[in-house]
């Protein structure tokens, strides 16, 4: 069974970066679709970026618009871990941050996220 293990949250002022990591688990990670959500006190979760396989060893990157040009989503197939470099954090990304994975090994758009890590706070002061 895959798993998925966040780390690198933490507690920043605005203005600051922050990379958060997850590791994967599982033989087949390079067929995996990644993703990172987050979820702020009193919402729902919401979709944060995307790394979406579309076949061999190529992926395509997306981002919700709230964070576009601010954060970077990438992935180290050796290392199995994905990443999501956060630059110009503002007070209003303070949330815990989860790491999806679609492990299916089908190219699917958009992906179906089967598999959730357990989350890693990120607090942005102001």
């Known amino acids: 069974q895959v798993q998925l293990v966040e780390s690198g949250g933490g507690l920043v002022q605005a203005g600051d970066s922050l990379r958060l990591t997850c590791a994967a688990s599982?033989?087949?990670?390079?067929?995996?679709?990644m993703g990172w959500f987050r979820q702020a006190p009193g919402k729902g979760r919401e979709f944060v970026a995307g790394?979406?396989?579309?076949?061999?060893?190529?992926?395509?990157?997306y981002y919700s618009d709230s964070v576009k040009g601010r954060f970077t989503i990438s992935r180290d197939n050796a290392e199995k871990t994905v990443y999501l470099q956060m630059n110009g954090l503002k007070p209003e990304d303070t949330a815990v941050y989860y790491c999806?994975?679609?492990?299916?090994?089908?190219?699917?758009?958009?992906?179906?996220?089967?598999?959730w890590g357990q989350g890693t706070q990120v607090t942005v002061s102001s």
């Open positions: 999806a994975g679609d492990t299916r090994g089908i190219r699917s758009n958009p992906p179906q996220y089967d598999t």
């Open positions: 599982g033989p087949t990670f390079t067929t995996y679709s």
């Open positions: 790394h979406r396989w579309t076949g061999e060893r190529r992926y395509f990157a």
